[in-house]
């Protein structure tokens, strides 16, 4: 049976979303990232945007320009992806009804964001991936090494998982606050293979993942990921949650409100 955390609306409230951007050395990028977001038409939606930079000790004026562009900004030293995720789940205030995780390099539009929480708000599911290959992709946008590497990991992934994942190593997801925050004890990850730890922690977790398509463009920036060496962390990954299982007192916890709200 699918978990449910799905927020129960109420079409009075105003919704409080936090969108997290992971950075480092992203002083190229993030201004468009910030600067597009839908902050008007999210409100007619009854949802507010507020942007949360995590600053990975970056070495360029990264923090400045997130700072001028209105984002609220975080400091994490420790180097990783997944530090600077991990960071930002841990700080989002207690209002929180919605996150969604983005890159800083301007890649992923930002723009696109309303179609994540959408599914979220009209209690369809309780997590969202944004989807390049089901997406608007250019033909520029991603080397042919990461093609066949997310189209290997995707493929493992839904056989082994039995999820409808696309695209398992993108980097656009939404959730609701409660899904986010059962998932977030169990992530340990510090680099790039913490969207496969997610993925495949939340498909172990039973939760309702769907995919909505979304456009990707080739990045603002100098890329910092390595294809062999990540791509070794991330194939590990994969290998130790096959055998992964939540807690068996978290499993009781959360099948105890999943009882509460049906
Ligand atoms: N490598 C790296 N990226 C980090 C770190 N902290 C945060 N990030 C961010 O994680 C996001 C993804 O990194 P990218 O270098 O774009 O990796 P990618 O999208 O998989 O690869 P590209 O196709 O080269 O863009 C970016 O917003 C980075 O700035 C860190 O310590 N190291
Ligand atoms: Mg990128």
């Known amino acids: 049976m699918a978990r ?5 609306r109420n079409d009075q409230k105003m919704y409080e979303v936090a969108v997290i951007i992971p950075c480092y050395n992203e002083a190229k990028g993030i201004a468009d990232v910030i600067k597009k977001m839908p902050y008007k038409r999210a409100k ?7 942007v949360y930079v995590i600053d990975n000790n970056s070495s360029d004026n990264t923090s400045e320009v997130a700072r001028q562009a209105g984002a609220t900004v975080i400091h994490e030293p420790k180097k990783g992806k997944g530090n600077a995720l991990r960071t930002g789940f841990a700080s989002l205030p ?3 009804d919605f996150v969604v995780m983005l890159d800083g390099d301007d890649t992923y539009d930002s723009g696109e964001v309303l179609r994540m929480i959408e599914p979220l708000y009209n209690e369809f599911c309780s997590v969202v991936i944004g989807s390049r290959m089901g997406g608007k992709r250019t033909a ?3 080397s042919f090494t990461s093609f066949v590497g ?7 992934v839904r056989v082994t998982h039995k999820v409808p994942v696309t695209d398992v190593l993108t980097g656009y997801f939404a959730w609701t606050k409660q899904a986010l925050d059962e998932l977030r004890p169990h ?3 510090d680099g790039f293979a913490i969207e496969m730890e997610m993925i495949t ?3 172990r977790m039973k939760y309702d993942i769907y995919s909505v398509p979304i456009s990707y463009t080739p990045r603002a920036g100098e890329s910092n990921l390595n294809p062999i060496s990540d791509g070794a962390r991330i194939l590990r990954m994969f290998a130790s949650t096959l055998q992964w299982r939540p807690s ?3 499993q009781a916890r959360s099948e105890s409100r999943n009882a509460e709200q049906a």
């Open 187 to 189: 992530l340990r990850s």
């Open 201 to 203: 922690k939340m498909a």
């Open 150 to 156: 997310n189209w290997f990991f995707t493929n493992i």
């Open 4 to 8: 449910i955390a799905r927020i129960k």
């Open 140 to 142: 520029d946008s991603m």
């Open 44 to 50: 007619r939606n009854h949802w507010n945007l507020h």
């Open 94 to 96: 207690e209002t929180t």
């Open 248 to 250: 068996g007192r978290q």
